[in-house]
T-cell receptor
């Protein structure tokens, strides 16, 4: 049981390049999330997917797109990377049911640097 | 809107000292409250949680009590160890009425360093 896995672990991009961060979970969770972590700012939600086939914007969605490929996989795409997107990106998943609040399980993170 | 405020770090203590990390929140409705811990180079792990007022969450010697009257969820440990050195995040979880996703709002984190 691997939990939440993310690839790659590290990535360096030049301004304007594109890339996709991959995330997969094997806990059969309905909901998945992408966060970015910047020094002194905690974690901020970029996008989330309440269930397979749905995605919604979080707090800081600009410059990103997501795809919920199936129940297991939720990818984050940067179409044209900017230095302001230098950050550590975390994927998370949780069980979900309307009105019930569940903990989230996190992946190990992807450290992205945009030059 | 919903928010979490926690004490700024870094916090440096000697081994076996008593630890308190303050956390207060603002939320509508009845959120669940969490403490997550992040060890160097790793993702966040749930440390403990409380789902209703007066609940006490506990794990690995850490405790926190959900205080609705003071909107607080302070983290405490009676005797810290070097292995407790990490960043600690207070968080609250809300569930929208028409959404089944549990959205978590995190505090900015408190870095804790324990000296041998």
């Amino acid at each position: 049981n691997a939990g939440v896995t993310q690839t790659p672990k590290f990535q360096v991009l030049k301004t304007g390049q594109s890339m996709t961060l991959q995330c997969a979970q094997d806990m059969n969770h309905n909901s998945m999330y992408w966060y970015r972590q910047d020094p002194g700012m905690g974690l901020r939600l970029i996008y989330y997917s309440a269930s397979e086939g749905t995605t919604d914007k979080g707090e800081v969605p600009n410059g990103y797109n997501v795809s919920r490929l199936n129940k297991r996989e939720f990818s984050l795409r940067l179409e044209s990377a900017a230095p302001s997107q230098t950050s550590v990106y975390f994927c998370a998943s949780s069980e979900s049911y309307r009105g019930r609040l569940y903990e989230q399980f996190f992946g190990p993170g992807t450290r992205l640097t945009v030059l | 809107g919903n928010s979490v405020t926690q004490m700024e770090g870094p916090v440096t203590l000697s081994e076996e000292a008593f630890l308190t990390i303050n956390c207060t929140y603002t939320a509508t409705g009845y959120p669940s409250l969490f403490w997550y811990v992040q060890y160097p180079g790793e993702g966040l792990q749930l440390l403990l949680k409380a789902t209703k007022a007066d609940d006490k969450g506990s794990n690995k010697g850490f405790e926190a009590t959900y205080r609705k009257e003071t909107t607080s969820f302070h983290l405490e440990k009676g005797s810290v160890q070097v292995s407790d050195s990490a960043v600690y995040f207070c968080a609250l979880s809300t569930s929208g009425r028409y959404s089944s996703a549990s959205k978590i709002i995190f505090g900015s984190g408190t870095r804790l360093s324990i000296r041998p």
